[in-house]
């Protein structure tokens, strides 16, 4: 009967790598899902103070100009399809950033993840460092200057 060898060190090393990688993606999600928001909000903002503005003089006294843009006005408060599309941007610029923000990690992990051998290893290593130090430093507070007390 032969029994399968099980090498942990592989095992270890691709999980602390998935790990690694599915954090910074998820990080970079929910970053990307709140700038989604604010961004598509702000254009919307912008867009219909442009459009009311416009409904606020005329350069000639007509009243069916100023119905129709009135009806302008109302087409654009209503505009659901540039909501949509500026959501999309906002969400791709804000996970990209994440991303950037987070290439240490993320970088780490796909080594980890994909690579073979010394590389992998190394990567794996370097990424339980890099979240020792986040460990210590930003969720325990250790050896970060606390902004609150910070004196201008």
Same mark, same amino acid.
């Given at each position: 009967m032969? !029994? ?5 060190t @592989?095992i270890l090393?691709?999980g602390v790598? =998935?790990?690694?990688? =599915?954090?910074?993606?998820?990080? =970079?999600?929910?970053i990307?899902?709140m700038?989604a928001?604010c961004y598509a @909000?702000?254009? &919307?903002?912008d867009?219909c103070?442009?459009?009311?503005n ?5 350069? +000639? ?5 100023a119905k129709?843009? &009135? %009806?302008?006005?109302d ?5 659901? !399809?540039?909501h949509?599309?500026? +959501? ?8 990209v950033?994440m991303?950037? &923000?987070?290439?240490v990690?993320?970088g780490l992990?796909?080594?980890a993840? %994909?690579? @073979?051998g010394?590389?992998?290893k =190394?990567s794996?290593i370097g990424?339980?460092?890099?979240g020792? !130090?986040?460990l210590?430093? &930003?969720?325990?507070?250790?050896g ?9």
């Amino acid at each position: 009967m032969n !029994i399968p060898k099980i090498n942990i060190t @592989k095992i270890l090393t691709k999980g602390v790598g =998935a790990i690694g990688v =599915a954090s910074t993606i998820y990080d =970079a999600h929910i970053i990307g899902r709140m700038q989604a928001d604010c961004y598509a @909000k702000q254009k &919307d903002a912008d867009a219909c103070t442009e459009t009311i503005n416009n409904t606020q003089y005329l350069s +000639s006294p007509s009243q069916t100009t100023a119905k129709m843009k &009135d %009806f302008v006005n109302d087409l654009e408060m209503d505009n659901n !399809i540039r909501h949509f599309g500026n +959501s999309t941007i906002g969400y791709f610029k804000g996970f990209v950033n994440m991303l950037v &923000d987070g290439v240490v990690p993320f970088g780490l992990g796909l080594c980890a993840l %994909f690579s @073979k051998g010394l590389v992998a290893k =190394a990567s794996a290593i370097g990424l339980g460092i890099y979240g020792g !130090i986040k460990l210590f430093k &930003d969720v325990l507070g250790f050896g970060h200057y606390n902004d609150l007390n910070k004196k201008y």
